[in-house]
């Protein structure tokens, strides 16, 4: 072996030696082998200098030591690896409790509005999913509201233009129902409406609302209070009472304001009712001849009803929730007592 070889091999082998981590095995693989300025590389390039004859062994010599020391270098990754994973399983307890993970819920509302739906699909109803944005038609209009009907005052609107509005009620879903669609009809919608309110315990500019229209032969008031007495007990308490009241809406005549018997005293009379035992919870009727005419059915053969409520005030009766905004302000720590 070449003098210069040999004293290179020496070299290695103490460098070698002193690995005692990673960094230390990465310098030295890169001091003898690295591909541009390592020490192998540079050797070969001596070999053109030298005389033809030397040539071969030189070459041979310095294809040795590079296998030599890539081999030694590949050995010594290796232990370095099965050490460094054998430090780390040293450290890792498995038998550690996990880190807890916060589980999510649906919001009252939205659980609210899926129970109501499952209530009227078991009944035969169709689940209608309105958009929010709606025509100045399905709105009002179709509902026997024409421009400038005082009625209109009641619900301030948020107008896009002369034709768009966001729905001030689901109602509309009695017009989306009937149109294209022959008797019997049994919809139901629910969904979020908008109306220029202030924002305060008891009002909100953006609230939910169901709302439910059946039409058929024969249909009457008797109809009516029978349905809602079955959906107001079960989303209440099997036990509530039920009254209805002369009300007025235009699309509904005769129109009737329905209360529950109040579910804070049973009916005895406290605070939350005023004392009176009842509690107001939504408005009904039996469907206006001009809004079945309106849409296309036949108003001398058809008849129905259609009822609508708030759905923001359930969980503030079922729950005693005082203030409408704790529903929407996303607070956590409310919204995980549901
Ligand atoms: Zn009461």
Redesign the pocket.
């Known amino acids: 072996m070449p003098r210069s070889i040999e004293e290179l091999k020496e070299r290695f082998e103490r460098e070698f030696a002193s690995i005692s981590g990673m960094e230390a095995w990465k310098s030295v693989r890169d001091t003898f082998l690295a591909r541009d300025s390592g020490i192998i590389t540079a050797e070969m390039k001596k070999l053109r200098e030298l005389p033809k004859e030397e040539r071969p062994a030189f070459g041979q010599a310095i294809n040795r030591l590079r296998s030599t020391i890539e081999n030694r270098l590949q050995e010594r990754h290796d232990e370095l690896k099965k050490a460094a994973l054998a430090g780390l399983q040293s450290r890792l307890d498995v038998t550690r409790p996990g880190f807890p993970y916060a589980l999510g819920s649906a919001h009252p509302i939205k659980r609210l509005q899926a129970e109501i739906e499952r209530i009227f699909v078991n009944l035969g109803f169709e689940v209608f999913d309105l958009t929010e944005i709606e025509g100045d038609y399905y709105n009002f209009e179709a509902l026997n509201m024409p421009r400038n009907h005082p009625a209109r005052d009641a619900q301030d609107t948020f107008y896009f233009d002369d034709t768009l509005l966001l729905r001030t009620h689901c109602t509309s879903v009695d017009v989306h129902a009937m149109e294209g669609r022959k008797p019997p009809i049994r919809a139901v919608t629910t969904g979020k409406v908008y109306r220029r309110d202030p924002f305060d315990a008891t009002h909100s500019p953006m609230f939910y609302q169901v709302d439910v229209v059946v039409i058929d032969e024969g249909i009457t008031m008797g109809d009516m209070k029978g349905m809602l007495e079955v959906f107001l007990k079960q989303l209440f308490h099997p036990g509530i009472k039920m009254r209805l009241r002369p009300g007025f809406f235009p699309f509904v005549e005769p129109g009737a304001e329905v209360d529950i018997s ?1 579910i ?2 049973n ?4 605070p ?2 005023k ?1 009176s ?1 009842w ?1 107001e919870i939504l408005g009904a009727g039996m469907c206006h001849p001009k809004v079945l005419r309106m849409s296309g059915i036949d108003d001398s053969r058809y008849s129905g009803f259609a009822w609508g409520m708030g759905i923001d005030r359930v969980p503030m009766l079922k729950y005693g929730v005082e203030d409408i905004r704790l529903l929407f302000d996303n607070d956590l720590r409310f919204l995980e007592q549901f």
């Open positions: 109040c804070f005293c009916g005895a009379g406290c939350t009712c004392h035992g509690i």
